[in-house]
């Protein structure tokens, strides 16, 4: 692989000019083709596959239902939570979902700060992969409460107790953070589909379509006067969206770092689990579009220099946890203090040792194969790659969560943890739910960003049709009323 | 636009709401607009699938409003958080957590951040919503068929009968010296045509006329 290559590829060098780079889109699509493309799938018949897929994923999510009617029923107890571990696979399960949602903001936001083009074929999936993991990683603090009915006592909402939660902890914190981030990401999403719900309502062929698709866009025209507010728009959500991702993991790490337990009670969590969350998330992205891109026929817009561009950023993940993992171990070391070193050599050799040699696996050496061009571009081998990731990702959490836990100050109380068939059977039933909305998601929604894809592309910079590239005739017609020192000037300011 | 009652909108039926013709590709679009604004029109508009680069400026257009709106948002946000955790927490409800400060800022921080970007963003959307007058279920140009190409692959220009200078006549004749196609009056019907709604969607408007193609 060469280096060169690769910055220029991600764009680094920041001259916006698009021929310089591989196509965004392959394959010398017009404008139609893009929308006929897209739009496509949401307008014909609904695949025979699709039924049964989403027969199967309503039935896992009908498991989690059940699960989660025992627990109301019988109380937190089903689970296999004991005393030294009294936060197990709930809190494992809701970071690892909250970081999967991670990388959907990042893509959008982020890369859209960066002026990644390359972001637009993704994004829209990518952004809908972050709601439906905010919406499966909010079931287990919600059910965790045990109580599910008095779980408002969350919020700061006027009571016959005439109580208001405590601002001092980092849980409430928590409750601000992420119910913040799954409405600020809607918001993100949805002013992301107007333009394409438009589009859809304008080639709708039957009433119904075209009023519910004509009621989401909102009468969108694609006026100038409008994209002049919406563009200002969507940069003022993606200049929220970014700090407010990195706020959302950093409030999740505090749930754990400003605790006095060993091996939580580390100032390098923040950053860690920002990392761990963009790594986890980019994986879950890549194993989605992997299966997706395949089965809607869409390899020309979602190329494979888009998946290897994920891989590299999985790979710099990847290689920043990994880098934590080695750093806690240093501190816990360097600290002097016996039970930080305790925390850690208990981790590696102890009774998880397991668990945490299937983390280091996992996310420290997997992810280093993406150093090969050819590794990263082979599309079997990122899909094994990308759920070993997610993998060790869940056990990552584990390990932070339960290892620090079972062994407490007072080795009396010391004990081992295992969860029980409910806990088991309430993750697995989360991943129903996920692909439950993912399932409609793909059937009814414009899955790629048609505007924005459109407006990546060569043909959509008014420039391209000044030189000898384009149709001639139509300059012909033009210019009579256009005095030409005004071009050149707006050339040269462009330019 | 408010509508007035039927009774008082008796004189024409269908008062014409401007003239809209169509470019070829995002370049013709631009130097028409350009061309428009040059004859001296500000009520127009372009209408294209995605935004093109340079459009504001050859339109004359400043620098959206929005910012302003989502900072005053931000400070609401910031505000609203340090007031209600200091009140709830120092005021109305005191707690003696580890000994520490009934009320201090830097534990508040975390909640205060989270609900300015909330009400950012809030009035980043509401902003952008009322600033384009949307949600705007009717729209005259909804009528022309050619139109619903807008979204698609049609880049369109429409001169507003509301600008002074504005006779159908003038403005045919400079979209058709710019280079446009397919020119139509497009007329004001002012109520949504049960006609769109129905059947496959392609039914011909009420009245507008092709003035001219090529």
């Known amino acids: ?495 | 636009m408010i509508q007035l009652p039927k009774l008082f909108q008796s004189e024409p039926p269908n008062p014409v709401f401007g003239v809209m013709g169509e470019f070829p590709h995002p370049g013709a679009l631009l130097d028409a607009a350009r061309g428009v604004r040059e004859a001296g029109y500000t009520e127009y508009d372009t209408y294209s699938p995605f935004p093109i680069h340079g459009m504001d400026d050859a339109m004359g257009l400043g620098q959206s409003i929005l910012g302003y709106i989502v900072f005053i948002g931000g400070i609401m946000g910031v505000s609203a958080a340090m007031l209600m955790q200091w009140w709830m927490g120092a005021v109305d409800y005191p707690l003696n957590i580890s000994g520490k400060p009934a009320f201090a800022w830097e534990p508040s921080v975390p909640v205060a951040f989270e609900l300015m970007i909330l009400l950012s963003a809030l009035a980043a959307v509401g902003g952008m919503l009322a600033l384009n007058r949307l949600p705007r279920p009717y729209n005259p140009l909804f009528y022309s068929q050619n139109f619903t190409r807008s979204t698609d692959d049609g880049f369109f220009l429409c001169i507003e009968s509301v600008d002074g200078l504005f006779t159908v006549r003038n403005a045919e004749e400079l979209l058709e010296r710019l280079g446009a196609q397919n020119i139509e009056v497009i007329y004001d019907h002012g109520k949504l045509d049960e006609d769109l709604l129905e059947g496959d969607g392609v039914s011909v408007p009420a009245d507008p006329q092709v003035v001219s193609s090529q």
């Open chain 1, 1 to 495: 692989m060469s280096t060169d290559t690769q910055n220029t590829d991600l764009g680094l060098s920041g001259d916006g000019h698009v021929s310089e780079h591989p196509p965004l889109v392959e394959g010398n699509y017009s404008f139609h083709d893009i929308t006929e493309l897209v739009a496509h799938h949401a307008e014909k018949k609904t695949p025979k596959l699709w039924y049964p897929a989403f027969g199967l994923a309503v039935t896992v999510t009908g498991l989690m239902l059940s699960m989660l009617a025992y627990l109301v029923w019988n109380g937190t107890g089903v689970w296999g939570l004991n005393n030294p571990v009294g936060w197990g696979w709930a809190i494992v399960n809701f970071v690892f979902w909250v970081g999967i949602g991670h990388a959907g903001t990042l893509i959008s936001a982020i890369l859209f700060l960066f002026r990644q083009k390359w972001r637009t074929s993704i994004n829209r999936t990518a952004e809908a992969m972050t709601i439906f993991a905010v919406v499966c990683a909010l079931v287990f603090p919600t059910f965790h409460v045990g109580r599910v009915w008095a779980v408002y006592w969350m919020l700061p909402l006027p009571n016959q107790m005439l109580m208001w939660p405590q601002f001092k902890s980092p849980l409430l914190w928590d409750v601000f953070a992420v119910s913040i981030y799954g409405t600020v990401s809607i918001l993100f999403w949805y002013v992301g589909l107007i333009p394409d719900w438009a589009t859809l309502r304008d080639r709708a062929t039957n009433v119904w379509r075209r009023r519910i698709y004509g009621v989401l866009a909102m009468g969108w025209t694609g006026a100038n006067r409008h994209w002049r507010h919406y563009e200002r728009a969507y940069m003022i959500l993606a200049g929220l969206a970014t700090p407010l991702v990195l706020s959302v993991h950093s409030v999740v790490s505090f749930d754990f770092a400003v605790s006095i337990v060993p091996g939580w009670h580390t100032t390098i969590f923040p950053p860690y689990f920002v990392a761990g969350a963009i790594f986890s998330g980019f994986a879950m992205v890549v194993t989605l579009l992997v299966v997706a891109r395949k089965i809607y026929n869409l390899e020309d817009l979602i190329t494979i220099n888009h998946l290897e561009k994920m891989n590299i950023i999985i790979l710099l993940t990847g290689s920043l946890v990994g880098f934590a993992y080695i750093t806690e171990f240093f501190i816990a070391w360097y600290s002097g203090v016996i039970y930080e070193q305790y925390a850690f050599v208990n981790r590696a050799t102890g009774p998880y040792a397991w668990a945490y040699w299937i983390m280091m696996t996992c996310n420290l050496v997997a992810p280093q194969l993406f150093w090969f061009k050819k590794i990263r571009r082979n599309i079997l081998v990122m899909f094994l790659i990308s759920i070993n990731v997610n993998i060790g990702m869940w056990f990552e959490r584990f390990v932070i969560t339960v290892t620090s836990l079972h062994r407490d100050y007072l080795p009396s109380s010391w004990d081992y943890y295992s969860p029980t068939f409910v806990d088991v059977l309430t993750f697995v039933g989360t991943f129903g739910l996920f692909f439950t909305l993912f399932l409609l998601f793909l059937r009814f929604f414009p899955m790629v960003a048609i505007a924005e894809v459109k407006g990546v592309m060569p043909e959509a910079d008014p420039h391209f049709y000044d030189h000898s590239h384009g149709d001639g005739h139509t300059h012909e017609a033009e210019p009579t009323a256009v005095p030409s020192p005004a071009v050149n000037k707006e050339d040269e300011h462009r330019g």
